[in-house]
């Protein structure tokens, strides 16, 4: 009957979406989402099938409880926290002891990421694992981006992995805006440097970027000539 197919789909899509959020496959914030979600909708939020009015095969079904958009703003909420929990792990492990070697406080460095709260909490270890730069700034949107471009001269422009993979995967980069509408990452390296060379004569300005957060510092001290 339709509400057993309907409730076999849910679950088969549920588990698919679970192991993948598990895997490098998915690991972005969309992916857990999608599997607590239906989770909550297949056994905290039950079908009712019983009763006069919710006999199986008639196509009605109630929830025993009303999802409130709270309850599913806190499941959003707790897996974005797993999402990033995994990514800082992935980034620690991949720097290892990257940080006790090489001197970077002449340096600055600028990286454009897509989570506000990810450049955060990468804020309170990436300098140490960088050498201590003499700057490091972040920005998540492309107003505050371009104004540090033009405020500032960088030794090295990074693009996270989030905000590679949202290129990898042919989508909108978050924190656009009117100008950049559309763009993928060869038209920012193109303006990072356009900006870089009118205002400050630093046309060649080291650009990277990678998709993979067990790649950041590698990537990020190889640019910086940090052994």
């Given amino acids: 009957n339709s509400v057993q ?3 076999c789909a849910l679950l088969k899509v549920s588990h698919s979406v679970l192991h993948a959020s598990r895997s490098r496959v998915c690991n972005r914030p969309s992916c857990l989402v999608l599997s607590l979600l239906l989770y909550q909708y297949c056994f905290v939020h039950p079908f009712s099938v019983s009763g006069q009015n919710n006999q199986v095969g008639s196509g009605q079904c ?6 409130t958009a709270t309850t599913n703003q806190n499941l959003l909420n707790m897996a974005a926290e797993a999402s ?14 990257s940080g006790s070697g090489g001197d ?23 300098p140490t694992m960088l050498s201590h730069p003499r700057r490091i700034d972040t920005s ?11 405020e500032n001269k960088y030794d090295l422009v990074h693009f996270a992995p989030g905000t590679c993979r949202y290129d990898a995967a042919g989508q909108p980069i978050p924190g656009g805006n009117s100008e950049t509408h559309g763009w993928r990452l060869t038209e920012y390296h193109l303006k990072v440097k356009e900006i870089q060379g ?15 957060e067990s790649q950041l510092v590698k990537v990020m001290r190889d640019a910086l000539g940090l052994p």
């Fill in 5 to 7: 197919n309907m409730l």
């Fill in 62 to 67: 109630t929830t025993k409880q009303t999802r």
């Fill in 84 to 97: 990033r929990d995994k990514m800082v792990t992935e980034l620690k492990d991949g720097a290892g002891g």
């Fill in 104 to 126: 970077a406080s002449d340096k600055s460095v600028l990286v454009r990421g897509c989570d506000p709260r990810m450049a955060e909490r990468a804020a309170e270890f990436l």
């Fill in 140 to 150: 998540t949107n492309d107003d505050d981006f371009f104004q540090l471009l033009r």
């Fill in 198 to 212: 009118e205002d400050h004569d630093n046309a060649d300005v080291k650009i990277t970027g990678t998709t993979e």
